[in-house]
């Protein structure tokens, strides 16, 4: 059974950082590629960033680009996102996802991240 | 990035047939054919129920069908049951710019 919780959430000040962890089990996690994802309270699904299955390779939304970092550790089947220079918009429940054709196949049940002076 | 677009609601009496369209450009969702589909409750995790425009993963009942035609992609629910009531759904595709865009999602309501 794939499983995948995330950890790492908390409060935090603008401008401050955090680093969500997502530990992987039930799958080879070296062999795919992985996704983070994100949701304002209320508000819709957004795509943050996702990392290919060898972590030589990533992308970014647009919003967080030069802000946070996603990388990974095969031997740990542990993904990562460090978040840096937080806004209060980045305030959201942050979604770990096992990638499947640029969707999420699987998902955490969350980790809530919240910006707020 | 623009967002894509949905209808904020969408319903339907038990057994009929709803669809939900989903509104991107050329350079999305009429240039890639990853576009997804997922189903959401209150206070849960979203589920992937439609990839690569008209795959649905294993355990995901028939019911659920994904097409596309130029920029617009659709989700058919059909033989809406009361278990499909209060749901949220998106859909999402990946872009030219090398990212993944969600449309703002669609309240399902079974009459």
């Known amino acids: 059974e794939v499983q995948l919780v995330e950890s790492g959430g908390g409060s935090v000040q603008p401008g401050g950082s955090l680093r969500l962890s997502c530990a992987a089990s039930?799958?080879?996690?070296?062999?795919?590629?992985m996704h983070w994802f994100r949701q304002a309270p209320g508000k819709g699904l957004v795509w943050v960033s996702r990392i290919k299955f060898d972590g030589t390779y990533a992308e970014y939304a647009d919003s967080v680009k030069g802000r946070f970092t996603i990388s990974r550790d095969n031997a740990k089947n542990t993904l990562f996102l460090q978040m840096n220079s937080l806004r209060v918009e980045d305030t959201a429940v942050y979604y770990c996802?096992?990638?499947?054709?640029?969707?999420?196949?699987?998902w955490g049940q969350g980790t809530l991240v919240t910006v707020s002076s | 990035q623009s967002a894509l677009t949905q209808p904020p609601s969408a319903s339907g009496s038990p057994g009929q047939s709803v669809t939900i369209s989903c509104t991107g450009t050329?350079?999305?969702?009429?240039?890639?054919?990853?576009v997804s589909w997922y189903q959401q409750f209150p206070g849960k995790a979203p589920k992937l129920i439609i990839h690569e425009v008209n795959k649905r993963p294993s355990g995901v009942p028939d019911r659920f069908s994904g097409s596309k035609s130029g920029n617009t992609a659709s989700l058919t629910v059909s033989g809406l049951q009361a278990e499909d009531d209060g749901g949220d759904y998106y859909c999402s595709s990946y872009t030219a710019t090398n990212q993944v865009i969600f449309g703002g999602g669609t309240r399902l309501t079974v009459l």
């Open positions: 039930g799958f080879s996690f070296r062999d795919y590629w």
């Open positions: 050329s350079s999305d969702v009429g240039r890639f054919n990853y």
């Open positions: 996802a096992k990638d499947t054709y640029s969707s999420g196949e699987y």
